[in-house]
């Protein structure tokens, strides 16, 4: 079968680019023709200090090009200027011609819908939504900005309980399928090192689209950080986040570490090498989830605690609502309250060797990317 994957790619960080390139190499692992391409603008064509530069002088087609490589991909790719004006990788026309004998369009995210010589040519669309709750709220009220989304034959969303009695939030009138995000397990192997001392995690801090449902606020990163920004003065447990933090919010940066967290720059995760290391070099995972999916019970896991689990390191997380879909309290452990984490942590370095055994195997059954594409094909009709 020949798949078009499509996603937000040229300018992204490896976090990113790691959750959107599982499922074209995970597809091409089951013997599919699969090929990525993405469609920038010009107002993501800037330089490092937020100049705008010509398509033909931006960095991102270097970084295009360095990740297609690394996932092996390359060739099978193509970089889009505006309505093909310009390309990195294939010419468009040839492109255009993948795209003529397409059976399936799988979006992760990006504007191809934009490029009519490929988005209206795939026998079967489907689209599939990392940003839950967000994306069916702002969904039901301003559907028109939406529009795409309309000529997607199917739905599906990382949120694995949003139309659900779980979570509360409008569906925007549409019917979404949950899924978790596949990892390519081959590409994150449990690492034996077991000498690593710090809890760790790679996290944003403001900046999100913000809104309010039925009395509740939507609210940012942050507001899930402050609940627990003095947990370092109840443990000894060492805690470190690689958190984006903008300029302006500095004085957030020194919040934390008067509170005893470890600061690092996530800006130095720009390859798959730099993110794999600093992950497989933690003793596990402690990250908070965006208040939007807490308030709501969105029942979202996160692209990286994925990583983590399959990398062999336990993860302690805020609960989203997830207890329902993956077992917790072993390799997997949630948390609401201070005690709770407190607990988690304790729990985890008593039985630290037990807990990384259970995270890599529930990566190995639930996260797999041969298990979840299998599964999402067979769904669409095409397994």
């Keep these: 079968m020949l ?10 960080t490896a976090g990113h680019i790691d959750s959107i390139m599982a499922y074209p190499v995970g597809l091409q692992r089951l013997g599919h023709e699969v090929y990525v391409m993405e469609r920038v603008g010009s107002n993501r064509c800037v330089d490092a200090s937020g100049k705008k530069v010509p398509f033909e002088q931006w960095d991102g087609q270097r970084h295009f090009e360095s990740v297609m490589k690394t996932y092996g991909i390359w060739p099978r790719c193509c970089l889009i ?43 079967c669309r489907l689209y599939i939504d990392g940003n839950p709750g967000n994306t069916q709220f702002f969904l039901q009220q301003r559907g028109g900005e939406y529009e ?23 569906t925007g009138n549409r019917h979404w399928h949950p899924i978790l995000r596949p ?23 403001k900046g999100r689209t913000t809104f309010q449902w039925q009395g509740t606020d939507s609210g940012e990163k942050s507001d899930s950080w402050l609940k627990f920004i003095d947990l370092p003065k109840n443990t000894a447990q060492e805690l470190e986040i690689a958190l984006r933090i903008q300029p302006r919010d500095e004085v957030d940066g020194e919040m934390f570490r008067r509170n005893g967290w470890r600061l690092t720059d996530p800006r130095m995760f720009r390859t798959l090498a730099d ?21 709501f019970s969105v029942g979202w896991f996160s692209d990286r605690s994925a990583l983590y689990l399959a ?11 997830i207890e329902s ?41 639930y996260f797999d990317a041969d298990r979840v594409l299998t599964n999402i094909l067979a769904f669409v009709g095409h397994g």
């Design 3 to 12: 798949i078009i994957c499509t996603g937000k790619i040229a300018n992204a």
């Design 81 to 123: 200027y505006r309505n093909g004006e310009a390309t990195h990788g294939m010419p468009f026309a040839e492109a255009v011609n993948v795209a003529k004998r397409c059976d399936l369009l799988l979006t992760r995210s990006g504007e191809i819908h934009k490029t009519e010589g490929i988005f209206s040519n795939p026998s």
């Design 148 to 170: 795409a989304l309309d000529h997607y034959d199917h739905l599906f969303t990382l949120g694995l309980n949003i139309g659900t009695d779980a979570c509360r939030l409008p």
């Design 183 to 205: 990892v390519v397990l081959p590409l994150w192997p449990t690492c034996l090192d077991h000498e690593s001392t710090r809890f760790t995690t790679i996290s944003s801090w």
């Design 275 to 295: 993110y794999r290391k600093y992950i497989s070099h933690s003793r596990a995972e402690f990250s908070v989830a965006h208040h939007r999916v807490v308030e």
């Design 311 to 321: 990398s062999g390191r336990p993860v302690l997380v805020q609960s989203t609502g």
């Design 325 to 365: 879909h993956l077992p917790t309290g072993k390799g997997l452990l949630t948390f609401r309250t201070m005690d709770e984490a407190l607990s988690g942590i304790e729990d985890i370095n008593r039985d630290y060797l037990g807990h990384c055994r259970a995270a890599r195997d529930i990566a190995e059954t």
